[in-house]
């Protein structure tokens, strides 16, 4: 089995207190074999009563990032630098990206998978945006819960903050396309479908060094059971239809 040793838990709580403590517990009760360290980046405002005490032995809590007005995606930012100021503090080999109310239910989940991920060669294997959200990155892991090997994986690669430095170009798309929702042309011309997978949003940065990379990435499938199956999404090409047609 694995020790804290091996696995390093990130985590940034923004009035997380709560979800945290269930989290924490469910992990133990879940792994009572394997061991793991789970550092937090405490983004709460200093007067929360949902903050992380730093003499709170269950975690390794430390000060998180600065809140900052952007252009785009400002929680987003406190979120990704958050992310950013922990991943230089980890010293394990096997990392995992978790958002405080994301849960695995799964018994003995941490040697299970760091085994798979051993046993198949993977570099990176986690979770996708949920399909509801049309706009964001399709098929790659997100950073709600994602398993890194960071002996496979540079650190200095993982920069979790929005693209920023191309922004001024993008976000002009990004408003032209939305002038138009809501209205007839907006159907017509598929503008919505258009924005599929278009938003640079968390993890952004991630996705474009490495999606062409050698690595073996992984990302689990959804299970997603839209409200209308719509028979326009069977007929479009993935790339325009609203419901994922690709496994991970």
């Known amino acids: 089995m694995h020790t804290s040793q091996d696995l390093t838990i990130c985590t940034v709580s923004f009035n997380s207190g709560y979800w945290l403590d269930l989290n924490y517990s469910l992990a133990k009760r879940l792994n009572p074999h394997s061991g793991f360290t789970w550092l937090v980046a405490e983004n709460s405002p200093k007067d929360s009563s949902l903050r992380i005490d730093s003499s709170d032995e269950r975690f390794n809590s430390i000060t998180g990032a600065e809140f900052k007005q952007r252009p785009y995606a400002s929680a987003s930012y406190h979120h990704g630098e958050g992310l950013n100021i922990l991943i230089n503090k980890v010293h394990t080999r096997y990392l995992l990206v978790l958002d405080p109310d994301f849960f695995i239910v799964r018994k003995n989940w941490i040697n299970d998978i760091i085994e798979y991920i051993n046993r198949h060669n993977i570099a990176i294997l986690g979770t996708p945006w949920h399909p509801k959200r049309t706009s964001k990155i399709r098929y790659f892991p997100s950073a709600h ?14 920069d979790f903050l929005p693209d920023y430095d191309n922004a001024d170009t993008w976000l002009k798309g990004k408003k032209t396309n939305r002038s138009r929702t809501g209205s007839l042309l907006d159907k017509i011309s598929f503008a919505k479908r258009r924005r599929i997978g278009t938003s640079r949003d968390t993890g952004w940065v991630i996705y474009d060094k490495l999606k062409n990379s050698s690595l073996k ?15 326009l999404d069977k007929l479009l090409p993935d790339r325009l239809s609203l419901i994922p047609k690709r496994k991970g």
């Not at 819960?145 to 993982?158: G, M, Y």
């Not at 689990?220 to 209308?228: D, I, L, M, T």
């Open 145 to 158: 819960c994602t398993f890194f090997d960071l002996e496979k994986v540079n650190k200095a690669d993982l």
């Open 217 to 231: 990435i992984e990302s689990f499938q959804a299970v997603y059971h839209p409200k209308k199956r719509r028979l």
